[in-house]
């Protein structure tokens, strides 16, 4: 298992360049599976979530080549098994976006109940319900979901919490039903606008991706695409608050700006400034940041994803602030980590109260997911001494050479291959 280490109290100077975006990327592998011919994503980043999909798509008959720039061919598919096994879905819950598009264009599928984060009970009844209005039969048994459709139909269907793997599923699979599809309380998050885009490109008829319903009107046959995956807002915004909390001044070359309007106004309550240039978002940071208050919403909210690395410029900040987070009701596991690092964290429920300035001390700490991870290695950027950061395999599920990037702006950190976790 590799660990990353960093001594901390680096000013960061430079510029980083932000990356495709993982949670575009997934569901737009997927949606290869709606076409018979090739589909070809560029910008598409190098990490361990993508390569699992991949794997996935090749077990179900599709020849994947490439990784920056990702060729999928769909032609091959049918042939075997439509099965999305235990092994590969249990390390990442995207994997159930295979679903609508199986079920779609063979009429039949069997997917693993997920695994992934461990951030709360996400459960994939939405996904379900929407699969089964537009005519699924679902049967659940040992601990998978066998769908059947001979075709698929538009239906009228409300989802009962905004889901953004639910929205994308479900619309996948009525871009190829017989019939008009109106979704309700639909996801609007930039990644699922991108699928819809993606889509729309391959000969779908969506309207309303961004707004809180849309109409698809199902086509015979869609056709492979060439495609960029656009920036990743979710890297992007960490990179900021690196930047905020070490007093740096980093170009963001590429960052999304239209997509991190939350990200940015949290940022610049706290002092931080935020720059936009002709080549992406200039941050700096304040000689003291100021305390915030946020809380968790759907997209155009702020963003769940968001909310361990706010955290950590929230115990930078000289004050009180208070997060609250509505997503995921388990998605504070970061806090004991950070707390062992020297951090003043009181969580109650959903909320939780930061005091600051927390006088960070460097020690070995446990990832415990994704964006869990992220917060501990800007923790260690403005610790005092050494942090040594374990189960870093989370961070490679969606960031990539994180140690490179932040290294190139002055960061002292540093990735060691094979270390005892």
Not at 37 to 51: A, C, F
Not at 99 to 105: D, K, S, T, W
Not at 266 to 277: F, N
Not at 319 to 347: C, K, W, Y
């Amino acid at each position: 298992m590799d660990k990353i280490v960093i001594h901390g109290g680096q000013r960061l100077r430079g510029e980083i360049r932000i990356l495709g975006a993982k949670n575009a990327a997934l569901p737009i592998q997927c949606a290869a599976l709606l076409t018979a011919g090739t589909t070809t994503l560029r910008h598409v980043p190098r990490l361990s979530d993508v390569k699992t999909m991949s794997e996935l798509l090749a077990g179900l008959g599709c020849v994947v080549t490439g990784d920056r720039t990702l060729v999928i061919d769909a032609a091959g598919v049918g042939a075997g098994p439509l099965e999305a096994p235990y092994e590969l879905v249990k390390t990442m819950r995207a994997s159930v976006t295979v679903m609508g598009p199986l079920l779609a264009r063979y009429g039949r599928c069997r997917v693993s109940l997920p695994g992934g984060c461990a951030i709360g009970a996400r459960p994939i009844d939405q996904h379900l319900r929407g699969l089964e209005a537009l005519g699924a039969k679902i049967k659940l048994a040992h601990g998978y979901v066998e769908l059947k459709a001979k075709r698929l139909r538009g239906a009228s269907f409300t989802f009962d919490v905004i889901t953004v793997g639910g929205t994308q599923n479900v619309m996948m699979a009525a871009a190829l039903a017989k019939g008009t599809t109106r979704l309700e309380n639909v996801a609007r998050e930039p990644e699922v606008q991108e699928l819809a885009l993606v889509l729309n490109k391959m000969g779908a008829k969506i309207h309303g991706a961004g707004t809180s319903a849309m109409e698809i009107e199902g086509v015979d046959v869609l056709h492979g695409i060439d495609h960029a995956i656009l920036p990743d807002r979710i890297e992007a915004g960490t990179f900021m608050v690196a930047a905020a909390i070490c007093g740096g001044d980093v170009l963001l070359e590429h960052a999304p700006v239209d997509h991190l309007h939350a990200v940015i106004a949290k940022l610049e309550e706290a002092g931080a400034r935020c720059i936009v240039e002709p080549r992406g978002l200039r941050v700096q940071g304040p000689e003291a940041l100021r305390p915030i208050d946020i809380v968790t919403r759907a997209h155009p909210g702020f963003p769940t994803d968001m909310q361990a690395q706010m955290m950590v410029l929230a115990t930078c900040a000289h004050g009180q602030s208070i997060l609250t987070e509505t997503i995921f009701e388990n998605r504070f596991m970061h806090v004991p980590e950070l707390v062992r690092l020297g951090a003043d964290i009181h969580v109650n429920g959903n909320v939780a109260i930061i005091k600051g300035p927390a006088k960070y001390s460097g020690t070995t700490v446990m990832a415990t997911d994704l964006r869990a991870s992220a917060s501990l290695v800007l923790a260690g950027l403005v610790a005092e001494g050494k942090t040594e950061i374990r189960r870093v395999y989370h961070l490679d599920r969606g960031y990539e050479t994180i140690e490179k990037r932040l290294r190139q702006v002055g960061a002292k950190i540093r990735r060691f291959h094979g270390a005892p976790n």
